[in-house]
Each structure stands twice: as structure tokens, then as C-alpha cells.
């Protein structure tokens, strides 16, 4: 089997091991810091060093490899820093927009009635959503798109590039599918969609620009991984999009995400039944 699909397939399920357990069990707040974020970092080095083959091209200098290295660290570095920016905001957001006795609080501090307050609540919230959803998220997504496009060149510069067997796009395939699942949530959760659709269709027009026939799908694992997710990606904006109001998200925004719907549903519950709901969490 070849090293890098065996690589793509084992460390994608390990990603949705630790993309999905924060899901299904009560994990401390900081996984996203301790696990996620170190586990990316991780992959990342793995692929660097199981994509380069072993004797590198002599067509291609160190100059190059030394650029497309700092194209690599500068993507990190917009990964991380969006990661840690949405990080901190989401923490504050999430008590003051979807904890429920804080919610309640809030409404009796920031009574409707009350002008100044309202107008200093509404200048400070704003500004923390932009951060934890705009901002933070574009961050975060444009650092990985770009890791992936710097993992492509690295292929085409310096990969083997031996024909694939059966169980190697068998294993491709499923990643790109597990891997395709979990960016579509992600990105429309992040209000990423536009420049999504934007940075896939780059990728698509770019590599066989780039190939110029040179290198095949058939022999860049890596770059097929890629290329498929970001058809699987496209496919599953256009569905979702169909599910919702395709015209208003593409041209006013920002797209529906899933998870605004308990934070309205919270919000609608404390301000409408507090006396009965508030018994409730007393039974929790």
C-alpha cells in the first residue's frame, strides 16, 4: 500500500476520533487547545516527512524548498493564531449568548427598557461574535487551505509519484469522504462558505495548470485526497445551501449554521418560560 494513502487514511480517522468525541462525551473546554490543535500540527509534520521522498529531485533547489517551507510556516501561523482567537471569543460568546442563567441575567441587567445599557451590550457583543465567528474562523480555514495547497506543491516537487493500487484510492476515497463531512459542518459553522467556494475552485483550476501534464492523479495520492475533498466539499455546500435560501447566502449571508438554532431556542425558553424552566436545571 502506499506510505502516504496509508497516512491519509489512518490520521484522517484519527481526526475524526478527536473532531467527534467532544461531541458525544462532556470533554473539558481546552480539547480544542490540548488535542485538536496539536494533533493538526502533528499531521502536518507527518505528511511533510512521509510525502518528500527519498532523494529529493536535483531540478528542484533549495531555494525553492526553502520558500515553499516559509509558505508552510506562515500558514501555520495563521491557523494557529485564528485557532486561538476563536478560542478565546467563542468562550465569552457561548456564556453570554447560550448559558441559560446567564442569559437570564443578562435580560434583567439589559432590560429592553433601558437605552445606555442596551447600547453598550450591543457595541461590545458585536464585536466579540466578529472575533469567535468571522474573523477567528477565516483565519483558521484560510491557514489550512493554504496547508494543503503547500502539501500539493510539496508532492508535485518532491513526491515519488508510483502508480496507485485498488486499496490505495479505496482508502483515499473513504478519507476524502470522512474528511469531506467534517470541513462542510466546519465551514458553514465558521461563515467560510464564499471563500470556500472560492479557494476550492482554485485548487481544481490550479493543479493541472501547475502539472502541466507532468505529474498524474494516478501517482500524487496527496493531491487526489485533496482534489476529491474539495468536489465532496462543493457538492455538500450546494446541498445545503439548496436546504436553506441558496440566493440570500451567496449574496447577503451569512448562511444558516445548525448550531444557531439552540442558542435561539434558549434564548426564546428564558425569556418566555424562566419561572418553569429554571425548576428544570434545578433537576439537572
Known amino acids: 500500500m502506499n506510505r502516504v494513502a496509508k497516512t491519509i487514511f489512518i490520521f484522517i480517522l484519527l481526526f475524526f476520533l478527536v473532531y467527534l468525541l467532544p461531541v458525544v462525551l462532556p470533554l473539558w473546554e481546552f480539547w480544542d487547545l490540548i488535542v485538536q ?31 515553499l517551507q516559509a509558505f508552510m510556516v506562515l ?38 427598557s ?13 464585536k466579540i461574535y466578529y472575533f469567535d465567528e468571522m474573523l477567528g474562523h477565516q483565519l483558521v480555514y484560510t491557514g489550512f487551505f493554504l496547508l494543503l495547497v503547500s502539501g500539493i506543491v510539496l508532492e508535485i516537487w518532491t513526491g515519488e509519484h508510483k502508480p496507485l493500487e485498488r486499496i490505495d484510492y479505496a482508502a483515499i476515497i473513504v478519507a ?17 462558505v464564499p471563500q470556500t467556494i472560492v479557494l476550492s ?19 500524487s495520492p496527496f493531491a487526489l485526497f485533496v482534489i476529491i475533498t474539495v468536489i465532496l466539499l462543493l457538492v455538500g455546500i450546494l446541498l445545503y445551501g439548496l ?17 444557531e438554532a439552540k442558542r435561539l431556542l434558549n434564548q426564546f425558553l428564558v425569556f418566555n418560560f424562566w419561572d418553569e424552566l429554571k425548576w428544570l436545571l434545578l433537576l439537572q
Open 37 to 67: 490543535a496539536p494533533f493538526v500540527a502533528l499531521s502536518s509534520m507527518v505528511f511533510y516527512k512521509v510525502i518528500v521522498a527519498e532523494k529529493k529531485p536535483k531540478e528542484i533547489s533549495d531555494k525553492k524548498m526553502l520558500m
Open 75 to 112: 500558514s501555520f501561523f495563521i491557523f494557529f493564531e485564528g485557532h486561538g482567537m476563536h478560542f478565546t471569543a467563542n468562550s465569552v460568546e457561548v456564556l453570554i449568548a447560550e448559558n441559560l442563567p446567564f442569559i437570564y441575567l443578562a435580560s434583567l441587567v439589559f432590560p429592553m
Open 176 to 192: 476524502a469522504g470522512i474528511a469531506g463531512f467534517m470541513v462542510v459542518q466546519a465551514v458553514i459553522e465558521g461563515q467560510f
Open 114 to 126: 433601558n437605552i445606555p445599557a442596551q447600547i453598550y451590550f450591543w457595541t461590545i457583543y458585536p
Open 243 to 259: 436546504t436553506t435560501d441558496p440566493l440570500y447566502a451567496a449574496f447577503a449571508g451569512p448562511w444558516p449554521q445548525p448550531s
Open 201 to 219: 475552485i482554485a485548487i481544481l483550476i490550479g493543479f493541472p495548470l501547475a502539472t502541466r501534464g507532468r505529474v498524474s492523479l494516478k501517482e
